[in-house]
Each structure stands twice: as C-alpha cells, then as structure tokens.
C-alpha cells in the first residue's frame, strides 16, 4: 500500500471529529473538508447526510439558495467549515480584506454565509492549510464573524476545532482562545510556535502526533471517497488519489 | 396576457443608469448577454446586488465602467481565482462595498416579497459587516428579554436580471430548483429575462413544470437568446466555457488587457446586437 499523504492525515483527523453527527454540510473550495464527510458518513451505516455545495449528487436543497441557512438557522445542521484569509488567536474569522476597509491592501471574495453559520451551527470547523504568522494573526483586520459573543447574544454555534497543514488546535470556549491538541507527523512544537502569530495553550503532558488512518480507513479514503469527491474536485482528487474522473 | 418580446439591446434600454440591480450566482442562470448589452450601451452608475454572491458577470460590469455600488456577500470566480475587475476596483476606493452575508441578502428579498418593512436575522453582531452597515441595526426581540437581534430593511431592487433555460409566450419562465431568482422576481419592481427558448404551449399547464416556473406577472420583458449565459454555462444545460474564461481572468488582470477582451468580445459584438 502507498504512503499515506499529508491530505489522509487530515482528512482523518476532521472526520473523528464529525462521527455521530445527523447532518455535515460542506460549503464551497473544501476538498478535504468533503472528503472528510464523505468519510464520516461512509461509517456512519446511514445515519449521517453531507450536502456539499457545488455538488450535484451531493446536495439536496430545493428550496433556493436560502434554504441551507434556514436549515442551519433551526439547528438542522451539525457541523460545517470555514477557512479565512487570516484566522486570529480568539477565532475570528477574515474572508474580506487586509488593511484598511475603505481601501485594502488585499481584497478577497467575501464574507459568504460565515457572518451566519459561525453563530449557528454547534460544531464549526476551522481549516487554513497554509499555517504561517501571515494567516494565523493576533488581530484579524477584518471581522466576518467573530469567534466568541457576549453572554446575551444567541449563539448555540461557533468554533470547535481548528486543523492547519501543521496540526490541530482544540478550542476552550471558557478562555476563548486555542489549546495545540495534536501534532501532525513530520511537524514539531517549535516550529509551530515560530509560524503562529498568536499565542496559544498547550496540553498537559507530551503533545500527542496526529493520528495517521489505519488500513481500513485509507481503503475508505482511497475509494468510495476518492471516487465521490472526484465528482466535485477533479484536480484535487487526480492530484492526491490519481483519481481520473470520468466527468 | 402576452409577454413583452424584446430585442437584447431593448432590454438593456429597460435596465435605467443608476438601477439596483439584482444578478444570480455563476452557479445559477446569469445573462451574460445583457449584461454585454449593458456594457455597449455604456451603462452607468449601476447597484449591483448579488444574491447572494457575483462572479463573471458582475466583474465585467464593474470593468467597463458601469457600476458604482457591490452590495453582496462574495464576488468570486470559484476555481479561476479573484476577480480582477473587482479587486482593482475596490483596492482603488472606485466603487462603494456594501459586504454583507449570504442569508442577509436572502431574508431582506423576503421582507421585500412579502412587503414589509424589514426583518430580522440571528448572527451578524459583533462582526465588522454590521459594523460597516450603516442601514442594518440591532434592535430587541420584542417577544423576549435581553435578546438583542439585527434588523435588515427589506431590499427591493429596481431589476431582477436572469436567465433560464425556458419561457413561454406569456412570460412564464421555468428556473427549476434556482429558486433564489424566483425570491429575486417577487423582490423586485421589474425582471427582465432572457431564456435560451421560448417554446410552444403554457408551462403552467404541465404541473411538474409549473413547480419551478415564475409566472409572467413578475416578468416586465423577455428576450430569446439561444446560449445566453456563455461563456457561463447552465445547470443542466451546457457547460462553461473554460478556455474563454480562463482567457478572460489572464487579460482583466491589467486595464489595457481588460479593454482588449472588451474590444473584442463587447464592443464589437454587433452581431449579438442585430439578432
């Protein structure tokens, strides 16, 4: 059997994290994100559903664009995924612009549905696959939705975890900031600490390694998945499985 | 009642300067052939409103000229990286940014579908997109105590512009399951429409089409344009064209580059024009 890839390792690591859960949805240029759902929900023996945005066998909305909000705003959504230009050591989350608002220094796309769902969905997933002092911030310059709110503001969302191509951060919702959980192969604390522009907790103990999937799971990975995914990410799935879509 | 036919160029005459304007997603049904008509009509001071996000289309827009005010929750071109126009637009302060989040946009067309005056949302507070807008506020639940809430007015654009694989001569239009440009037709004070065929019959006589189908009393002007959204495609249609639109992102990376796609594909269209 191959060795197993970076993308398995994390693909794996967020999957632990979605087991159990009714519904996973997954929005726009997530591969890994999806494939971690589509994971999740292989073993799930079809109690879970993933919707994925741009997909078509993997999106069941017929309602409009509205509808995947108002299925979260009811609390019929258990997890989904935000990246950001910048992520920052109290979880606030930038998908606009870097320096002044009126006129960036950086412009990205937008907000999207983040300044919602972050508030909403109960297991909200940070991922930033490139983990360096440039996106992982102490102040994002932008808010699109912040990672904690004020007692009074209803907020059954919000941060669970934040995975990186470095490692896995847990989130303490009662200091409002991060806590290093794992470590991925190959990466070490240092360097984490050099490439983290905020500051964050460690665990008691030794730092565990991120877990690397077992054969059964790479079997999962590498086909069922590999072949689904490929649907909606050719590229990715060519590159990281040598899956060729038939598309 | 018969639905008003209209050539592409009489429909972008119909869309005023200064108009909000509401578009579709990439992903949905855009008229990529009036918003060029919009371009050689030389349009100005346009609103855009994506609902909820802008792409291609919008960046066009924005390129030639004719737009003043983005108010969406993304302008993206997805796999083709970022929109060029846009982001050289909004980098030199040319146009105003309204940001706001995609379920926003959705509810404040719903207030203004169902005619009242505004609505209220979960989330937003604490965020630098309320901070920003200056026309949503936070208010109480007045049902409840200490519940703090946004309020969005309701957005009512001036035009809903779409496309659709299907129309009758009535002005029936069939959008399926993109039911964001049904809220957008009941939302705004007009729609125009172009649609890749208007066919024989009344789809509201075929219940499995009348499902997905907005009925022509919304619909103020249709144009037949056989591939209406290339170089976008259409869901269930034809795909994009991505060779085109790669080109596209290459040449509206500098002004002269963008002026050279204009000059070729906008300006010199004519042949568009005379159909």
């Excluded at chain 1, 990246?83 to 612009?97: P, R, T």
């Excluded at chain 1, 939705?145 to 969302?157: L, Q």
């Excluded at chain 2, 219940?207 to 997905?212: D, I, Q």
């Excluded at chain 2, 209406?228 to 790669?246: T, V």
Aim: aromatic share 8%; proline share 6%.
């Amino acid at each position: 059997m191959k060795a197993v890839v970076p993308e398995e390792i994390l693909i794996n690591a967020i999957a632990a994290n979605l087991d159990g859960l009714k519904h996973v949805a997954v929005g726009a240029s997530s591969p890994i994100p999806g494939a971690a759902a589509l994971l999740a929900r292989s073993r799930s023996q079809g109690r879970m559903r993933v919707s994925i945005l741009g997909s078509e066998d993997n999106n069941f909305f017929s309602d409009g664009g509205k509808e995947i909000f108002d299925v979260a705003g009811q609390g019929r959504m258990d997890a989904f995924f935000l990246s950001g230009a910048q992520i920052d050591g109290k979880a606030n989350v930038n998908l606009v612009s870097v320096g002044e608002y009126q006129q960036p220094k950086a412009r990205f796309p937008g907000s999207f549905g983040s300044g919602y769902l972050y508030f909403v969905v109960p297991r909200v997933i940070l991922f930033r696959l490139e983990h360096t002092p440039r996106t992982l911030v102490e102040e994002v310059d932008f808010i699109s939705a912040p990672g904690f709110s004020d007692a009074n503001v209803y907020r059954p969302g919000g941060p669970h975890k934040l995975i990186t191509d470095r490692c896995l951060f847990d989130v303490d919702k009662k200091r409002k900031c991060f806590r290093l959980e794992s470590i991925h192969p190959g990466h070490s604390v240092d360097e984490i600490h050099e490439q983290t522009g905020f500051k964050f907790d460690l665990p008691e103990g030794e730092i565990p390694e991120t877990s690397t999937p077992n054969t059964d799971i790479l079997s999962i990975i590498r086909g069922e998945v590999a072949s689904e995914i490929s649907e909606i990410y050719p590229a990715f799935a060519a590159r990281v499985f040598g899956v060729n879509s038939t598309v | 009642m018969l639905a008003t036919q209209l050539t592409i160029d009489q429909l972008a005459s119909r869309i005023p300067d200064g108009a909000k304007l509401a578009l579709p997603p990439d992903y949905a049904y855009c008229s990529l052939i009036a918003a060029r008509a919009l371009m050689r009509r030389k349009a100005k001071n346009l609103h855009l409103v994506g609902v909820p996000s802008l792409g291609f289309q919008a960046d066009m827009l924005i390129g030639a000229g004719c737009v003043d005010i983005v108010e969406t929750a993304a302008v993206t071109l997805s796999e083709y990286g970022l929109a060029p126009r846009f982001t050289a637009a909004i980098k030199g302060a040319k146009i105003k940014m309204m940001d706001a989040t995609c379920p926003a946009i959705h509810a404040a067309l719903q207030a203004s579908e169902k005619g009242i005056p505004f609505i209220p949302l979960r989330g937003l507070i604490g965020s630098d997109i309320l901070a920003h807008r200056e026309d949503w506020k936070v208010g109480k639940n007045p049902f409840a105590e200490n519940d703090p809430i946004v309020y969005l007015p309701a957005l009512k654009p001036d035009v809903a512009l779409i496309h659709a694989p299907v129309g009758d001569k009535y002005g029936n239009v069939w959008v399926g399951v993109r039911r964001e440009q049904m809220l957008m037709a009941h939302a705004a004070s007009e729609t125009f429409v172009t649609v890749e065929e208007i066919v024989d019959g009344n789809l509201m006589d075929d219940l499995k089409m009348k499902a997905g189908t907005i009925p022509g009393l919304y619909i103020s002007g249709i144009t037949e344009s056989d591939k209406g959204a290339w170089p976008l495609g259409i869901p269930g249609g034809y795909n994009a064209d991505h060779e085109h639109l790669r080109r596209y992102v290459d040449l509206a990376q500098t002004d002269e580059g963008f002026q050279q796609y204009m000059d070729e594909f906008i300006t010199e269209a004519s042949s568009e024009a005379a159909e």
